[in-house]
């Protein structure tokens, strides 16, 4: 069987804790470093070797920038035709950038604690003092961790128990303002709203507190239903000319500086000209930018709370040339290009890629440009190759590291035809 273990080095001797066991594979962390086969980057992380967060974290600069372009040429390499991948550009600090927290709850000898979950797992490890996490967050949620905990909190013990399970904390660029969300497993304890009250006076720059509540366990943070807002339910972000508000509940990029330049790079490609088609629009974080440089722009969204929040920021950003169609991109996109026949269609899709269908429909089409922003190699790949097939050619690839110390790496790619 292959085995997979974060945080392990090429070089490195390692006796490793398994996480999980499957019919080809065992998946792992390093219990103990026998002998390092090379130089180990310094960093300010108590937690390496439990949590899996950053399996780079050990990594030279050097090694993770040679690491994530060989995951590109790699994807790339069934392509007849591909664009030289220049050097990774990496618009951000190696610690300290990450915007958004992620937390789960588990019941302690002292009570509620936070930790992250384990690759592939539903253990939860210590992750406190993340050197990735924004400071102000960090030092937010040890606040909101020992205040729940002083006041005994419910915590749900396993996946059948009620009780609080996931915590989510935004806090924008400038610093300003922090969102928190609170999701139990079941109904919220009745006296939760009154505990929480008090961490908006507790806690610098927390606006607003959202409780929500979900039927069991989803291992999905952001899962649930809003049953009680305390403050502001909403996180305003201001990126270049732009301003963006936006729920708990949705999704942003967690590296704000780094996605200004991703949004620049794309926006640079794009050019300008008289229709755009964006899919996959989320809350507008490229569409307000696109509507700026096209007459026309059609956004398409499948998320209700995105739909929303994209049609409420074109608003107030003063766009009436940018127009939302709610909908899941496969079941949209057609007729979209049919009706509006662009000039461009840019498409941000989830970690899994576009996937054949949208490929053929977009081969379909008479649309001459394509960019494609891609947060996994391996997708970008298959959904490339694929737009190769049906004519176009990639003559633009731009390689950015959003998130140092992981192994994620974001591509723009231009496909013309």
């Given at each position: 069987r292959a085995v997979?273990?974060?945080?392990a080095?090429?070089?490195?001797?390692?006796?490793?804790?398994?996480?999980?066991v499957s019919r080809g594979l065992i998946q792992g962390r390093v219990h103990e470093l026998l002998f390092s086969g090379g130089k180990r980057y310094r960093h300010p992380c108590p937690h390496e070797f439990h949590c899996t967060g950053c399996p780079l974290l050990s990594a030279s600069p050097e090694f993770e920038q040679r690491f994530k372009l060989h995951r590109i040429e790699t994807a790339l390499a069934s392509w007849p035709e591909r664009p030289a991948v220049p050097e990774l550009e990496i618009p951000t600090e190696l610690f300290g950038y990450r915007r958004l927290a992620k937390q789960v709850f588990q019941a302690g000898p002292r009570?509620?604690?936070?930790?992250?979950?384990?690759?592939?797992?539903?253990?939860?490890?210590?992750?406190?003092?993340?050197?990735?996490?924004?400071?102000?967050?960090?030092?937010?949620?040890?606040?909101?961790?020992?205040?729940l905990r002083r006041a005994r909190v419910r915590v749900a013990g396993d996946p059948?128990?009620?009780?609080?399970?996931?915590?989510?904390?935004?806090?924008?660029?400038?610093?300003?303002?922090?969102?928190?969300?609170?999701?139990?497993?079941?109904?919220?304890?009745?006296?939760?709203?009154?505990?929480?009250?008090?961490?908006?006076?507790?806690?610098?720059?927390?606006?607003?507190?959202?409780?929500?509540?979900?039927?069991?366990?989803?291992?999905?943070?952001?899962?649930?239903?809003?049953?009680h807002t305390i403050g502001t339910s909403t996180v305003t972000e201001h990126l270049g000319a732009y301003t963006y508000r936006f729920g708990s509940e949705s999704f942003f990029q967690v590296n704000p500086l780094a996605a200004a330049r991703l949004f620049a790079l794309a926006g640079e490609l794009a050019g300008t000209g008289?229709?755009?088609l964006e899919a996959y629009?989320?809350?507008?974080?490229?569409?307000?930018?696109?509507?700026?440089?096209?007459?026309?722009?059609?956004?398409?969204?499948?998320d209700p709370a995105a739909v929303t929040a994209l049609r409420r920021n074109a608003e107030a950003n003063g766009l009436g040339n940018l127009h939302v169609l709610a909908g899941k991109v496969e079941e949209t996109l057609a007729a979209a290009l049919e009706s509006q026949r662009p000039d461009l269609v840019l498409a941000d899709p989830p970690r899994k890629g576009l996937g054949i269908g949208t490929v053929e429909q977009l081969g379909r089409s008479k649309v001459p440009r394509v960019?494609?922003?891609?947060?996994?190699?391996?997708?970008?790949?298959r959904d490339g190759a694929g737009l190769l097939?049906?004519?176009?050619?990639?003559t633009r690839l731009v390689a950015l590291d959003q998130f140092p110390r992981t192994a994620h790496v974001e591509t723009v790619t231009l496909f013309e035809r």
């Open positions: 997979l273990c974060s945080q080095l090429p070089g490195d001797e390692v006796r490793v804790k398994v996480d999980r009570g509620a604690t936070l930790g992250s979950f384990v690759a592939g797992t539903h253990q939860v490890t210590s992750n406190r003092g993340c050197p990735i996490l924004a400071p102000d967050l960090a030092e937010a949620i040890a606040r909101i961790e020992y205040t059948a128990a009620s009780g609080l399970r996931y915590l989510t904390l935004r806090g924008n660029l400038a610093g300003q303002q922090l969102l928190l969300r609170l999701t139990s497993i079941g109904q919220p304890s009745a006296a939760l709203p009154a505990l929480v009250n008090n961490l908006l006076s507790d806690v610098p720059g927390l606006t607003g507190i959202v409780l929500a509540s979900t039927g069991a366990e989803e291992g999905n943070v952001f899962a649930g239903k809003v049953v008289e229709r755009c629009a989320g809350v507008g974080a490229m569409t307000l930018p696109l509507a700026a440089r096209y007459s026309e722009v059609l956004a398409l969204e499948s960019i494609l922003l891609s947060c996994d190699p391996t997708a970008l790949g097939s049906q004519g176009f050619k990639a």
